[in-house]
């Protein structure tokens, strides 16, 4: 058994070769070559807690993929100086089900949830995009900027968050970050984020939308990753109503995006409406159209990007020689 911390998962998952294997991954579950159950929720109700569970089994690419992911989310942590949310993925062999590896899950999904903004930038920003937003500067944020400004060549990107302070944490240790720009901007407010921003990004726990519909300029993408229960709502419903909608699952969305939810029973869109990413990867279905075009990609995470995140991980582990084995 390979045990992976959270550093060599860094090491072990480059952005665009998370970015490659998310869009083969979104094809396979589009193309039927995945079985991913929708996650598992178990409450933990003394600590006003919740363990989620999350398995996946993925073929068709380098062999498969069989791993189940486990987050715990405990609110109370903090006062005792620990992390809200831990994460464990246990990857097995396809062939055997033996267990193979077992990797820190909490860096895993902050880069693949990242890796599957980066797929959709790919293929729904425009080519020529130059400036980005961010909403939110936690560790999603930071892959979400990551990962856009691996698939397009940005100039400048804005950053707001309710807290001034995290903000300016975020741009000292993002800026000029490998693919990043240097020209990180505080934005003062939402307005000023998104009104000139070609790629937005937002990834809050918000209950109400972070940005007004009205505001977004002709030609914007964006991504929308933050939100995942039927309570939390990052884009105004009436963008989802007047946009070109892409998901990563169409079950996982329509269970768990408050977004989505919403302009659903506004009567904004119906689900027929919503496209998945694997159908435009596979040729199925049209992504962006025109240059004026308002592209939004929802995504409330499906069990696929972690099965090839883990696969990937192991596999670059093992050339790498990272990772400690140990009997099992």
Known sequence: MLILNANEV???????????????????????????????????????????????????????????????????????????IHAAVLVFAVETGKPLALLEGGRLTAIRTGAASGAATDLLARPDSKIGAIFGTGVQGRTQLEAICTVRSLEEVWVYDLDPERVDIFIEEMAGKGPIPHDL???????????????IC????????????????PGTHINGVGSYTPEMIEIPP???????????????????????????????IVPEDLIELGEVIRGNALGRTSPDQITFFKS?????????????????????????????
Do not use: C, H
């Open 10 to 84: 860094q090491k072990a998952l480059p952005m665009a070769e998370v970015i490659a294997a998310t869009k083969n991954a979104y094809a396979a579950l589009s193309a039927g070559k995945a079985k991913v159950p929708l996650r598992i929720q178990l409450p933990v109700d003394a600590q006003e807690a919740v363990a989620i569970f999350m398995p996946a089994y993925l073929w068709g690419e380098k062999g498969g993929s069989l791993a189940l992911k486990a987050v715990s989310v405990f609110p109370r942590n903090p006062k005792r100086g620990l992390p809200v």
């Open 185 to 199: 901007r505080i934005a003062d407010s939402p307005r000023q984020a998104i009104s000139q921003a070609d790629i």
């Open 202 to 217: 937002t990834a809050t726990t918000s209950p109400k939308p972070v940005f007004a519909d009205e505001d977004l300029k």
């Open 238 to 268: 009436e963008t989802a109503g007047r946009v070109s909608v892409f998901v990563g699952s169409q079950e996982g969305v329509l269970a768990e995006a408050g977004e989505i939810i919403a302009a659903i029973e506004q009567d904004l």
């Open 300 to 328: 409330v995470g499906v069990a696929v990007q972690d099965a090839a995140a883990a696969r990937l991980a192991l596999d670059n582990a093992q050339a790498q020689n990272l990772g400690q084995e140990v009997d099992w």
